[in-house]
């Protein structure tokens, strides 16, 4: 679950017709909100996800590519809206039975 300032909502890896991605599902948002995920992967390393306003559907950000395999890892979204900025930490884990 996500609640900020900025947004709130529901943040999770879906199945698309493209593959895998990063979509946050907003309940509320204020106007001009961005959404970015940083995932902490080995070695140090920050893989980088912008979510991007869907076309179709107001209340949708999802990423254009699937974050790197194993879905398990320590991440932030970072939601901005005009210069400011709301880091939220999270954990994605796999659901049970569900491994790369």
């Known amino acids: 679950m996500v609640d900020s ?3 709130a909502g529901l ?7 493209e593959g895998e991605r990063m ?4 309940s ?3 106007e001009g909100v961005g959404a970015v995920v940083k995932i902490r992967r080995p070695r140090g390393m920050i ?11 107001r209340h949708s950000f999802q990423s254009s590519v ?17 210069g ?10 796999e659901p049970e039975g569900h491994h790369y």
């Open 66 to 82: 699937a974050p790197a395999e194993p879905h398990e890892f320590d991440a932030e979204l970072q939601l901005t809206s005009q």
């Open 84 to 93: 400011q900025r709301d880091v939220l930490s999270f954990r994605m884990t």
């Open 23 to 26: 979509r946050l599902t907003v």
């Open 5 to 7: 300032p900025f947004a």
């Open 11 to 17: 943040l999770a890896i879906v199945d698309t017709l």
């Open 47 to 57: 893989e980088t996800l912008p979510l991007l306003p869907s076309a179709t559907d």
């Open 28 to 30: 509320r948002h204020v």
